[in-house]
């Protein structure tokens, strides 16, 4: 894990992580994805769950979750992307989710979806699509883990990050200030060599990446590259 201050409330010292997301891995050979990316220095693992209907495509549920469990003590870090998640949240804390996060966009009741989550013992997050605006989520800022910030449209690996959602993390930095509140900033969608160093000055803490780690071989040196590309940004922070 990295040390760096990312510009947390103040005084306060707040850690750089990767969360890779095994959605472009082997699914055929998950636990030597695991273990590539510990060894690289990952922190965090990141798993999306899609449902075929909240976004279309389908992946994973709490099985692969539960299999997950057994061979890794990284906090698993559950991307729900699903309809009604309300239903599959206990099957998921059961599975061994650490972290649970639910759209913005999928929860009619937002804030008890969270309480549920948290009932569990399980830290809550919540996350907002590209076109949704932050001032949705001025309301449970105070009771959440951390904010996702989508920085493509969700549904699949490999995309193309989306420059004007770095707006909206400034803007969270500035409300989380505000609030003097607690919750991490996590990005999700076309992290890599490219746009890594521009999500870490603008604020972000947690940086999901997929593709630029699993894409194209190499798991173990892609994290570290890109850990040390984070780790530099996180010093040209002003
Ligand atoms: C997209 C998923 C992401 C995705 C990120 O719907 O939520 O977590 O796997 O993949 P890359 O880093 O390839 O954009
Ligand atoms: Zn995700």
């Known amino acids: 894990m990295l ?3 990312s510009g947390h409330t103040q ?14 891995a082997d699914f055929a050979h998950l636990a030597a994805a695991v273990q590539a990316v510990t060894e690289g220095g990952a922190t965090v693992l990141h798993v999306d769950v899609m449902d075929g209907h909240f976004v279309p495509n389908i992946t994973i549920g709490p099985p692969v979750v539960a299999s997950l469990r057994k061979v890794t003590r990284l906090p698993l870090d559950v991307h729900l992307m699903i309809e009604n998640p309300d239903q599959f949240i206990p099957a998921f804390v059961e599975a061994g989710a650490d972290w649970i996060s639910v759209h913005q966009e999928a929860c009619v009741h937002l804030h008890r979806t969270l309480e549920l ?4 013992g399980v830290n809550a997050g919540v996350v907002i699509n590209p076109a949704t ?11 959440v883990h951390h904010v996702l910030v989508m920085s493509v449209n969700p549904g699949f690996g490999g995309q193309r990050f989306i420059p004007f959602t770095l707006d909206k993390v400034r803007k969270l930095v500035m409300m989380r200030a505000a609030r003097r509140a607690t919750f991490r ?9 490219e746009t890594i160093a521009e999500a870490v000055r603008a604020g972000v803490e947690i940086l999901v990446a997929g593709n ?4 194209h071989g190499r798991p173990k040196e892609n994290t570290q590259q890109l850990l040390k590309l984070a780790g530099e940004a996180t010093l040209q922070k002003v």
Do not use: N, R, Y
């Open 3 to 5: 040390e760096f201050s």
């Open 11 to 24: 005084g306060q010292l707040s850690l750089i992580e990767l969360a890779p997301s095994i959605l472009s």
């Open 117 to 120: 989550i948290q009932s569990h």
């Open 133 to 143: 605006p932050v001032g949705v989520l001025e309301e449970v800022l105070e009771m």
């Open 185 to 193: 900033i996590e990005i999700d969608g076309g992290i890599s060599t």
């Open 212 to 215: 630029a780690i699993f894409g």
